[in-house]
């Protein structure tokens, strides 16, 4: 199941070195490529604010 980053994100960075298939992209909020996440949960663990979570 992809994830997806809520509005909570404070564009931090903390999950953009932590998604092994390079699925999220830089911005105000943060956004996750639903066709691209393996579902793993690393950028979640990763987030300061608990901004991602599972769709």
Same mark, same amino acid.
């Given at each position: 199941? &992809? /994830?997806?980053?809520? *509005? %909570?994100? #404070? &564009?931090? @960075?903390? =999950?953009? *070195? %932590?998604?092994? $298939?390079?699925? #999220?992209?830089?911005? +105000?909020? /943060?956004?996750?490529?639903? *066709?691209?996440?393996? @579902? !793993? @949960?690393? =950028?979640? +663990?990763? !987030?300061?604010? @608990?901004?991602? $979570?599972?769709?």
């Amino acid at each position: 199941m &992809a /994830y997806k980053i809520t *509005d %909570e994100c #404070i &564009a931090c @960075g903390a =999950c953009i *070195d %932590e998604c092994p $298939v390079n699925a #999220i992209s830089e911005g +105000d909020i /943060y956004s996750i490529n639903a *066709d691209e996440c393996t @579902g !793993c @949960g690393a =950028c979640a +663990d990763a !987030c300061p604010t @608990g901004a991602i $979570v599972e769709e």
